[in-house]
């Protein structure tokens, strides 16, 4: 008997099964039972939360598991379209998808006039689609018609033909013809895969609108201010922050949608995107195993609260992930079947990574050298050099293209093309870093510590990212996108996998591939523990997904079934889906509320108006949005007193971290660069400045010296025209703003 149980239930497996059950338990105590989200779990609106998921849950998995074909996805169409309408986000869903299929379609006639065929149009077709809109977009700029409404007039008057021949292309060649031959009910596992990964997508989209983060709300909302304000996006719009001189090709591709009503239009984006990784995620893990086994990626992707939470942001993270799996997705392939065709998307891929995140330069480029590095070393040359064929070089181009636009832009403002971490490299090889931009250290980097300092936090941070991250000030940024037991899942998993599977020379050479790719990566995220002040957790998501395909791989080639991995996965799903309901990037909580009767996307002008007003600054706001063109330095809150609607930007963009506190060190630092940036005006916040404070001594000496004029006091905010050129104002009115700034001011100030 106990032999059987031995053979049935190994002891490894028993005990990988355990330790994952109490690491789970363990952390959801430490964040959730008595550590930083206890609060946000004890809230109605999180219980409401909870039920609308489970409502959610069985009748996504009822309508895949009882219905096949039409009725399938008429019924799933419904209950999205009714789930969104009911949280006031229906037309901006509608919106976004339809501008994602056109990309795809427009990609797709591209492709087809090239005349050259890939084994997954989807990815393909939608990388060279997203490349030609950000190539024509960045063109019509460079050519001086670049503003917003041209580039939807263009969307529009091509988007209807293009949707057209895309229908009638898929209907004739497409899924659409695939879907009538293929017809069948999903197995219960199969379905409850799909609609857990449905449940929690679902679940982002109905609190998209009330969780703008913190970065979205800085520059990812604000497209239509501070990168094309009606000049294009090669307009020096005199912004200081680094953020705002970012590869912006996220950006520049959804920029019809910027100065939209609703943020919503953009943040749907990341929604697609979401779907879009997923499905890519499992092509990948197709390449690697059966299709049984590669559900389980996407599955334990989409429950990662670093993944998932990044979703709704306005940010590149999820758009960037995804791009980094299609290259994968073709690396792995040119592994497998050496077809010059997936080297090529594969540095397409990489190309396109670039311009959305900097951060890509170095994991993405980490990743792909490595590969390439590999498949020399084993002499894997593509197949078409033996056949004597030609290898289509040009399904690069596209991506090459856009990349040169992209970089054009942040090479005519700041001198350099990639800026944050890469501006000093850039600067040591010949570039000329632009006035005002300047480099001293790596922005929030730890160089003030010593080395057993560093150590001793790299350990403690490892242990944290491992299995708990409950110490609010070093780890904030992880605690709401944590990678979960991510990793420690892959290390049992694969540590069974060696014990029992059996071993071929095949699954040896194939897994040292993911061994040598993840190298780098491991070395460049010791690198962040050791040199960064603060972390992110979103840094470490292309290194989760390299890890589940090299898991995933090493399980294909074992004999441990999917009932024995679905028992070790599901306390760190439950964990995960703990962790996913309950925190986010902005701190919010529940989702936006059932409104029965709505416009169909959520007003958030209207709402930062509001908001606005309520601080007092309804003169203020009158006169700033008489042009959208305005410039503003913004002395207060940040990133909320942002939210004019013209191009705001924050004393904290020029001064901070991100910016060069040389700009601020005297009166006259300050002018040379009011002047060029052609600032309008400055704002002084309510309740912000103290007298003590090096910024209001600035302003005090701006207005002393007739620069800061014609004061608009409002419930003790400050609005105040920038005369630099034109400065004679008399002494009597400077003495008398002076005054007005020291009574009314910190008179409101102290409540007085």
Not at 33 to 58: D, I, S, V
Not at 93 to 107: C, D, E, P, R, T
Not at 416 to 436: A, D, W
């Amino acid at each position: 008997m106990r032999e059987r149980m031995n053979q049935r239930f190994p002891w490894e497996r028993m005990l990988g099964t355990i330790i994952l059950w109490f690491l789970a338990i363990f952390a959801a105590w430490q964040m959730v039972g008595k550590g930083p989200l206890r609060w946000a779990a004890m809230q109605k609106e999180t219980w409401a939360l909870w039920a609308e998921m489970g409502l959610l849950f069985l009748a996504l998995f009822f309508m895949l598991r009882c219905f096949k074909g039409v009725g399938r996805i008429f019924g799933i169409s419904v209950l999205v379209l009714v789930f969104s309408y009911l949280h006031v986000v229906c037309v901006p869903l509608i919106v976004s998808l339809w501008y994602l299929l056109y990309a795809y379609w427009l990609g797709k006639w591209v492709r087809v006039k090239m005349r050259f065929s890939v084994r997954a149009p989807l990815l393909t077709d939608s990388l060279i689609g997203y490349s030609v809109l950000i190539s024509v977009f960045s063109f019509l700029s460079w050519i001086g018609i670049g503003e917003i409404a041209m580039l939807r007039i263009v969307v529009i008057g091509t988007g209807i033909p293009v949707s057209i021949w895309g229908m009638m292309w898929e209907r004739q060649f497409g899924c659409l013809k695939k879907q009538e031959k293929t017809e069948q009910t999903q197995t219960t596992l199969t379905s409850f895969c799909l609609a857990w990964i449905g449940m929690l997508l679902l679940m982002e989209l109905g609190r998209m609108n009330i969780s703008l983060d913190f970065d979205s709300l800085w520059y990812g909302v604000r497209s239509e201010y501070v990168l094309n304000n009606g000049g294009g996006i090669y307009e020096n719009l005199g912004t200081m922050g680094v953020v705002y001189t970012y590869s912006k090709g996220l950006e520049i591709l959804t920029l019809p949608f910027a100065d939209l009503p609703s943020h919503s239009f953009l943040a749907c984006f990341g929604i697609w995107f979401m779907a879009f990784l997923l499905y890519a995620s499992y092509l990948t893990a197709c390449e690697l195993v059966d299709r049984k086994k590669a559900l389980t990626v996407p599955v334990l992707l989409v429950s990662l609260p670093s993944v998932l939470n990044l979703s709704i942001s306005v940010k590149t993270d999820t758009i960037t992930l995804l791009i980094q799996i299609v290259m994968m997705y073709h690396l792995i392939g040119y592994w497998k079947r050496r077809g010059g065709q997936d080297l090529v998307l594969a540095f397409g891929a990489l190309l396109f990574s670039w311009m959305l995140k900097p951060t890509a330069i170095l994991f993405s480029t980490a990743v792909f050298g490595m590969s390439f590095l590999v498949f020399l070393w084993n002499r894997m040359f593509p197949k078409e050099w033996k056949a004597k064929r030609h290898i289509r070089w040009r399904a690069a181009f596209f991506p090459a293209m856009a990349l040169c636009f992209v970089f054009a832009r942040t090479v005519k403002i700041t001198g350099v093309p990639v800026t944050s971490i890469f501006t000093g490299v850039f600067t040591k090889i010949g570039f000329t870093l632009r006035y005002p931009f300047s480099v001293e250290s790596v922005p929030y980097s730890a160089a003030a510590l010593t080395g057993k300092e560093k150590a001793i936090r790299v350990l403690k941070r490892m242990m944290q990212l491992l299995f708990c991250p409950i110490e609010e000030i070093d780890m904030a940024h992880v605690v709401c996108a944590w990678g979960g037991l991510t990793i420690v899942l892959v290390f049992v998993v694969v540590c069974i996998c060696a014990v029992e599977r059996r071993k071929t020379g095949k699954a040896k050479k194939e897994t040292s591939y993911f061994i040598w790719i993840l190298l780098p990566l491991t070395a460049a995220n010791l690198l962040s523990f050791w040199q960064l002040k603060q972390i992110d957790g979103n840094y470490y998501n292309f290194y989760y997904v390299l890890l589940l395909l090299a898991a995933v791989h090493v399980w294909g080639k074992s004999q441990i079934s999917v009932h024995c991995v679905k028992g070790m996965a599901i306390p760190v799903l439950g964990l995960h889906l703990l962790l996913c309901t309950i925190s986010s990037c902005s701190w919010q909580i529940g989702m936006t509320p059932i409104t029965w009767k709505n416009r169909g996307y959520y007003p958030h002008e209207e709402l930062e108006k509001a908001k606005m007003m309520e601080k007092g600054n309804e003169k203020i706001w009158e006169i700033l949005s008489e042009d959208e063109t305005n410039r503003v330095i913004v002395i207060g809150e940040h990133p909320s007193m942002l939210a004019f609607p013209c191009n705001t930007q924050s004393y904290y963009d020029v001064a901070g971290s991100w910016g060069n506190k040389n700009l601020v060190k005297d009166k006259e630092s300050f002018v040379r660069f009011l002047e060029f940036a052609k600032t309008e005006y400055m704002y002084m916040q309510a309740n912000w400045m103290t007298p003590v404070s090096e910024n209001y001594q600035l302003v005090l000496q701006l207005v002393d010296a007739g620069i800061l004029t014609n004061l608009t006091i409002e419930n003790g905010n400050i609005l105040a025209e920038v005369r630099i050129q034109d400065c004679e104002t008399s002494e009597k009115i400077r003495k008398e703003n002076k005054e007005r700034i020291e009574k009314e001011y910190l008179f409101y100030q102290m409540g007085e």
